[in-house]
């Protein structure tokens, strides 16, 4: 090699590590959650709309905020059906999307079904919260019948009451049916004592009514189950005759799906279970079990609510036995249904009075948070040296927004809404963060469309090298964090150059 190859292969060393890196531009534009940090944010990361904006409320003077969850459960999409156990997700489910557009679908377990999700939710099967009926009465000529059980219910704890016992007994009390539960719980509901010596049995009662529009705000409780019917015993001619009552059925359960997408759902089933029928025996007949009341169907979207029906929410009827056509289980009340969204979805008019609230208006004077996850730019020292541009509509409130930066992508530096200030200090990871405040009345969000964040990478080019011509000494100014300093290698390979060449030379002039 001779002595301009080497000079020339030194200087495209020195090129290569003094060489900035290829500028490039950070561009978030809400298409997806890659980098939603939904633990962070109190605003909304709307993918469906791609933007960021404020929170989403039921009605113009409403706080509380429509919860679309997390995504924590994924993206759910099956045409075979789906089974939702409300036991392994007492809080509810949190999904990307939802759809479901064939086979069955079970939902069992005792919490209300809630459902929420980032975009759409399309469940076109039947889906059904119904309370489940009463066991009938029993006659026999044994005493010490056991009462039948009260209706199961389905996202709900509003079991049916037992249907009364059958003793031989003076105390009125162990021919009562028991009470149907609400859905925490709690007992309601009393069924009517049964009578002694010929007369039969008093029927289940049910108490109502049902959710109302704000079911929420007690915690999701449904209609109550209804009561047992009373027992029966009397004598005849020397034969003893026990008569249990009908159990009580299961008020209906409740649902709630919160989407920021469109709401598509097929028939929605939550009737009250019916009670179960009376026994006859000698002519005599126990108490019929009482319906359990409807349920509650919440439905709210920012987009909007289509079904292919109204939610069927009606009471269970009482028992009925033919053989006991005068005694009459009582029904269960009727329960309730709201769609929150832009526009009522069908003919969701109960008793007269429209059952939705409008989403379009963001609460008034109220601020949200819409913070990202860290980008990784791919850069050993990132220089912002021209300004971000950001696609936004204030619609009467204001916009902040604000940038942190990180070496490692685990330390950040603290928020600032100059970006410059980032420049040379090494970043590689960048978030950002959305202050949304909204106007001082109800209205639109504030709403941010896209960001562009331009960025250079400094590499080491920042490495000052001074080679001083008295003794050749090196001052690295700033020594970034990575890969070290290319100083002494480019210098290594220099003084080794010198060295190849001087014995080069010296071998020329030995011969």
């Not at 679908?105 to 939710?121: A, D, F, H, K």
């Not at 409008?358 to 004077?365: I, L, R």
């Amino acid at each position: 090699m001779d002595f301009r190859s080497l000079f020339s292969l030194g200087a495209l060393v020195t090129a290569i590590f003094s060489a900035t890196a290829q500028a490039g531009t950070l561009v978030e534009d809400f298409t997806n959650l890659d980098h939603a940090d939904l633990t962070q944010s109190t605003g909304v990361w709307n993918v469906v709309d791609h933007a960021a904006q404020a929170a989403i409320v039921a009605d113009e003077d409403a706080t509380r905020v429509i919860p679309f969850g997390n995504g924590s459960d994924g993206i759910l999409n099956s045409s075979s059906g789906y089974i939702f156990d409300t036991d392994t997700h007492p809080t509810g489910f949190n999904f990307i999307s939802v759809s479901i557009t064939g086979g069955p679908i079970t939902v069992r377990g005792s919490n209300p079904l809630v459902i929420r999700s980032l975009g759409e939710v399309t469940i076109t099967p039947d889906l059904s919260v119904s309370g489940g009926e009463g066991e009938p009465g029993q006659a026999s000529l044994t005493e010490n019948l056991a009462g039948p059980a009260g209706g199961n219910p389905i996202a709900a704890r509003s079991s049916g009451g037992a249907g009364g016992k059958s003793f031989e007994t003076l105390d009125a009390t162990l021919l009562n049916g028991s009470d149907g539960l609400q859905s925490d719980g709690l007992a309601f509901n009393s069924a009517g004592p049964g009578d002694l010596d010929l007369n039969p049995g008093v029927d289940g009662n049910s108490m109502g009514p049902g959710p109302g529009p704000d079911f929420d705000t007690t915690g999701f409780i449904a209609g109550t189950g209804g009561g047992g019917g009373g027992g029966q015993y009397h004598e005849a001619l020397g034969t003893k005759y026990f008569t249990t009552g009908g159990g009580g059925g299961a008020g209906a359960g409740t649902l709630r799906i919160s989407a920021i997408g469109l709401i598509t759902m097929g028939n929605i089933y939550a009737q009250g279970g019916t009670g179960g029928a009376a026994a006859k025996s000698d002519g005599i007949c126990s108490g019929h079990g009482a319906g359990g009341n409807g349920g509650g169907v919440w439905l709210q979207s920012w987009k909007g609510v289509t079904t292919a029906n109204n939610p069927d929410i009606e009471p269970g009827e009482g028992g009925t036995n033919l053989a006991c056509p005068i005694v009459l289980g009582n029904p269960g009340f009727i329960g309730f249904r709201r769609a929150d969204g832009p526009a009522l979805p069908g003919t969701w008019v109960l008793n007269g009075v429209t059952t939705y609230f409008d989403v379009s208006n963001a609460a008034a004077s109220q601020t949200y948070i819409v913070q990202s996850k860290p980008y990784d730019l791919g850069t050993m020292n990132a220089a912002f040296t021209t300004n971000p541009s950001i696609t936004s509509q204030t619609n009467g409130g204001t916009i902040a927004l604000e940038y942190a930066g990180s070496e490692n992508g685990a330390v950040f530096s603290n928020y600032t809404s100059e970006l410059t200030t980032l420049s040379n200090q090494n970043i590689r990871y960048l978030k950002f963060r959305l202050t949304l405040t909204t106007a001082g009345i109800p209205g639109d969000s504030p709403a941010v469309s896209k960001i562009t964040v331009p960025y250079d990478d400094l590499g080491w080019a920042n490495t000052d090298l001074s080679i001083s011509p008295g003794c050749g000494m090196i001052t690295d100014k700033q020594k970034p964090s990575g890969p070290p300093s290319p100083g002494p290698l480019i210098m290594a390979f220099w003084f080794a150059a010198f060295f190849l060449f001087w014995g080069f030379l010296k071998k020329r002039i030995d011969v």
